[in-house]
T-cell receptor
Framework: SQQGEEDPQALSIQEGENATMNCSYK?????LQWYRQNSGRGLVHLIL?????REKHSGRLRVTLDTSKKSSSLLITASRAADTASYFC????????????FGRGTSLIVHP | EAQVTQNPRYLITVTGKKLTVTCSQN?????MSWYRQDPGLGLRQIYY???????DKGDVPEGYKVSRKEKRNFPLILESPSPNQTSLYFC??????????FGQGTRLTVV
């Protein structure tokens, strides 16, 4: 079943502001991934964080993982209109499978 | 170029007419999965496969079949499509140490 749930469902900000999205999951994981989806297109991988990592950076993206709270956050700094998309966290199926499952996503709109 | 290819990209069909959506990956990945995406529901997993001849149900398998006769292909079969299967479908593949790679999606309308 779906493991991760993103929060908020929708986020609307102005260009230049930071955007923070959260993900909560149910069972222990060995890694968590964040994906981006432009309207109606396939998902594109952004970043993977392993269970023994607390924070990871990639360009303007910063991901944190708190395994004690079973939660992760994705921060996009200095957002741009081109960041407008839906963002999903993905966690492995329970039982140690490598097959990712996804939440409902956060829809981010960045106004120019 | 590493890719996952789905066909067709768009399909309008009638209730009850069997159809197959193909999915092929060229990365020799072991794991493949089908998802459907509906407004407000995110991506829900239909079926997945851990290897050749190994498939299992996801969250919403009713009305679908899959097969994995060879590593690169993972077709999704709708034996008797119904309007509630109108959706956007994605195929994905991955390996142990890779992220998931997605196809471009198949937008299916069943009338």
């Amino acid at each position: 079943s779906q493991q991760g749930e993103e929060d908020p469902q929708a986020l609307s900000i102005q260009e230049g502001e930071n955007a923070t999205m959260n993900c909560s999951y149910k069972t222990s994981i060995n890694n968590l991934q964040w994906y981006r989806q432009n309207s109606g297109r396939g998902l594109v991988h952004l970043i993977l964080i392993r269970s023994n990592e607390r924070e990871k950076h990639s360009g303007r993206l910063r991901v944190t993982l708190d395994t004690s709270k079973k939660s992760s956050s994705l921060l996009i700094t200095a957002s741009r209109a081109a960041d407008t998309a839906s963002y999903f966290c993905a966690t492995p199926l329970s039982g140690g499978s490598y097959i990712p499952t996804f939440g409902r996503g956060t829809s981010l709109i960045v106004h120019p | 170029e590493a890719q996952v290819t789905q066909n067709p990209r768009y399909l309008i069909t009638v209730t009850g007419k069997k159809l197959t959506v193909t999915c092929s990956q060229n990365m020799n990945h072991e794991y493949m999965s089908w998802y459907r995406q509906d407004p407000g529901l995110g991506l829900r997993q239909i079926y997945y496969s851990m290897n050749v001849e190994v498939t299992d149900k996801g969250d919403v398998p009713e009305g679908y079949k899959v097969s994995r006769k060879e590593k690169r292909n993972f077709p999704l079969i709708l034996e008797s499509p119904s309007p509630n299967q109108t959706s956007l479908y994605f195929c994905a593949s991955k390996d142990v140490n890779t992220e998931a790679f997605f196809g471009q999606g198949t937008r299916l309308t069943v009338v």
